[in-house]
């Protein structure tokens, strides 16, 4: 072997594993009549597959999505307060979250691409 070939056995050991963590994220609603959303893209596999969690100040929700082979499904669903638009609103820190998602209905990661 040489000196930069790993055996699968290594490869899976220095592969990153999962964690549990708390993100935050703050985002400004400047202007928009289309779309004016903030989000986290998580889990990802590549650019078509991943998971989703987004606020949407057009339509007062809060969303998490799965993407699968670039199509998008609900997982679940809040509404929120209407969060003003403009470049000079103060943010401050949400008063809404998503109720507790069923065992069910969580998802590990999205399904590998097939």
């Known amino acids: ?3 930069d070939e790993h055996t699968p056995e290594q ?3 220095a592969r990153p594993q999962p964690v549990d ?3 935050s994220v703050r985002f400004r609603p400047v202007s928009g009549k289309e779309d004016a959303s903030g ?3 998580f889990r990802a596999q590549d650019g078509r597959n991943y998971l989703l ?4 100040a057009l339509e007062n929700n809060f969303r998490l999505y799965t993407m699968v082979n670039g199509r998008r499904s609900t ?3 809040a509404r929120v307060n ?5 470049p000079n609103v103060p943010t401050k820190p949400a008063t809404n979250s998503l109720a507790e998602i069923p065992s069910s209905r969580r998802a590990a990661s999205p399904p590998a691409p097939g």
């Open 1 to 3: 072997m040489g000196v």
């Open 11 to 13: 490869e899976e050991r």
């Open 21 to 23: 963590l708390d993100v």
């Open 39 to 41: 989000g986290i893209i």
């Open 53 to 56: 969690v987004r606020a949407n």
């Open 75 to 77: 997982i679940a669903s």
């Open 82 to 86: 209407t969060p003003c638009q403009g």
